[in-house]
């Protein structure tokens, strides 16, 4: 599934088209099919080069963007929640995906767009990569794995206040049972504050809901739905 039909390169939504026909049965067809092509799609993987350039294991497979580019942290975490969705979290696919997140999370917890060090210099995190991070590794990853994660996402909580931030923070926490106490109203500082910058687009609107409405993270919102 691509994101046009003038670019069929670029099929990081498969995971999400994968979502959306989960459970319907006139689309199970095209939802295997889905699930085939994300399983052999993978990103330009290679022998790390000299640590003190990139820090990360540029061998170990993961899902790009688009096609034949390298494998970043949003497109695998994706990929991961469709496959496990469907039921394929021990797939060696999937396996590889989680060792792949494990490896670009930054020393002192969260992640980036998929980058650690560079030259030797450590990138800062992003809190909307990190939530999606562990979304995807939550049921298949030990705690203890992605604790220094889970710990700089809780202190950047209160901060956030976009919907797609925002959003995903509180899913990717959920995930772990460390939904906050406060979502509504944190939902609600973030929805007011379209009387200044003007009103949020519907998908982000959407994430926000789903946030909300999830108790454990998104494949709790799934479980509802069935």
């Known amino acids: 599934m691509s994101i046009s039909l003038s670019h069929p390169e670029a099929s990081w939504p498969t995971p999400l088209a994968i979502f959306a026909w989960e459970g319907i049965p006139q689309y199970q067809e095209a939802q295997s099919r889905a699930v085939d092509y994300l399983i052999g799609f993978t990103g330009r993987h290679f022998p790390t080069p000299d640590p003190s350039i990139i820090g990360h294991d540029t061998a170990i497979l993961g899902w790009p963007w688009i096609a034949d580019t390298h494998s970043w942290v ?51 995190p992003l809190p909307e990569c990190s939530a999606i991070a562990l979304q995807a590794l939550a049921g298949t990853t030990p705690i203890r794995e992605i604790k220094r994660s889970l710990d700089y ?35 609600r500082s973030s929805l007011q504050l379209q009387g ?31």
């Open 74 to 124: 949003v497109p695998t975490a994706l990929a991961l929640l469709a496959l496990k969705e469907v039921g394929l979290s021990t797939h060696p696919r999937a396996i590889a995906g989680q060792q792949m997140l494990i490896n670009r999370q930054l020393t002192d917890g969260g992640w980036n767009f998929g980058s650690t060090t560079v030259f030797r210099r450590e990138l800062h």
């Open 196 to 226: 200044r910058y003007g009103p949020y687009p519907l998908p982000s609107l959407a994430l926000l809901l789903c946030a909300v409405k999830a108790s454990h993270g998104l494949h709790s919102l799934f479980r509802s739905f069935s």
């Open 153 to 187: 996402l809780s202190h950047e909580l209160p901060h956030l206040r976009t919907p797609i931030s925002l959003g995903w923070a509180l899913l990717g926490l959920g995930a772990w049972g460390l939904k906050p106490a406060n979502t509504k109203e944190l939902a």
